[in-house]
């Protein structure tokens, strides 16, 4: 694969930001959509965008594509400004939207053919590989695809041209979990050939597989933009766990475990940061069974990021 | 202009143009068939000459046309109101298709992500309609005449061309309004939109032969501008009015471009 190129705005030996947003804000109407917001993604990595329903994810996303426009603030992608030089975005951007609708009579073969048409200069080098990979029937028109299948074309039509810059809307949507493996696996050779990838999603264990850094939004607003390691540590986890013989609380006296409820065999724990210590202490006992979940993005909000935005 | 979106349109409608061009040939066949008929009964000559002028007008639009010509049968039985409604109407949907359609469909979102100007998508695509109206405009001018031929009726062909250029003028004006309204308001709100002013504009042309109120407000109806009858009869393009049309339709197709520069296309 051939290296990327950023006419303008490249220069050896420095990492520049690929897409720079300063003070991005919109209202529709009168209603938020994002405010203030500013953020860097640097070339080459794979940056999640994460935040609860109505954060501003989607919003953020479209003004980079110029499908919206501003109301206070700038931003370029690859050097270019989203307003005044669209266009040049949208030359070299694969777009996975978060709503999806696709032309209903067409073919998946005559959909990407189409679209193809638009970028004469850069071919669809690959479709085939992506439509061998994603398991995706071409014959069928779209309207009879299933939504899973959608989300596949839609994820082919993003990036058969090979774009130097990705930015997906919760592309995995609907995807099995098999197929969403092979979408991050494809998403790290994009990343691989030196192409960067800005992803938004509210699944925190999703992003962070393949993330390095995360940028959290809420109510419009950056609250946090941390490595991925160090969202590791303000990991939340809910335990539920039934023991045979009999054990006591005080066992559980971790620093960032706290018992929620507890008699002798079941307990329910919630474990901040690190599990291990709290899995050691399990397996000094006879575990009858358990069950471990994440706890979801706006729980880990609301105990690390709560206070930050009013 | 990007060909990629004037083929696909174009493409798109082979069905509807077909079926469109069917009905407007059968209907103006069925006219010109008529027209011996009537024109050799003594009793339809007597019973349309005892009808107001106004009420003609009213249910077939043709202001003074005479009705005993076969140019003013045309006009008033076909050309005058009940083409335009039908042309009309399909017009109306393509210039709605333009952008408010993949709006409300919610495919708007890829097609503008790709790298495509949104001056060029419009332009394109007016493009493409322009090109489907001026071929429904020539399949029924070429229809007429054949049929006249056939049917021994006496209709110019020069009348034929100046109607031919006077309709496809306003057509292109019809096209551009709804193009504009499509642009400020969603896809349904911009289609009644367009038929409220195609309605409201012949009824007040029509109403204008009745009272002298109204006939002061006759200037804001665009069908003061379309006398097909006018045209037929004389062979001669009324250019002053093909101007008017004209101009019209690119101060709405820049109208549109305004509102479509810098619209939020909405999420669905
Ligand atoms: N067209 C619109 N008109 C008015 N308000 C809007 C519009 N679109 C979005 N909003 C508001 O902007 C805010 C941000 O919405 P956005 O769709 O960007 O959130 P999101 O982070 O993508 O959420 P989700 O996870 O549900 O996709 C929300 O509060 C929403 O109500
Ligand atoms: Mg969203």
Redesign the pocket.
Known sequence: MQPPTFRSAFTIGVVMAVIKIEKLTKY??A???IEDLSLEVKQGEIFGYL?P???????TIRCLLGLIFPTGGKATVMGHDIVHESFKVRQNIGYIP?DLNLYPKMTGEELLEYFSRFRPDKPAVLKDDLVTRFDLDLTRKTKELSRGNKQKLIIILALMHDPDLLILD?PTLGLDPLMQKEFYKVLREFQARGKTVFLSS?ILPDVEKTCERVGIVKE?KLVAIEDVKAVETKKIRHIEVTFLDTVKKEEFDIDGVSVIQANDHEFKLKVKGKIDPVIKVMAKHQVADTIIEHASLEEIFLEFYGEVTR | MNLNLIYRDIKDRRVSMFMMSMSVLLYALVIIAIYPVFAGNAAFAQIFKQYPKALLSLLAGGGNADFFSPAGFLSIEFLSLWWPIIVGAYVMTLATAIVAKEINDGTMDVLLSQPLERWKLMTSRLTADITLIFALDAVTMVGIWLFARAYAVEISTKGLFATGILALSMFIFLECLSLFFGMIMDRSKALITSITVFIGSHFLNALSDLNKTVAKLRWMSFFKYYKPAAALTTGEVPWKDVALFLALAAAFAIAAYIAFRRKDI??T
């Open positions: 529709y109407g209603s938020r959509g935040g329903n109505g954060a501003g994810k989607t919003t978060g919760e509210h419009g | 909405p999420a």
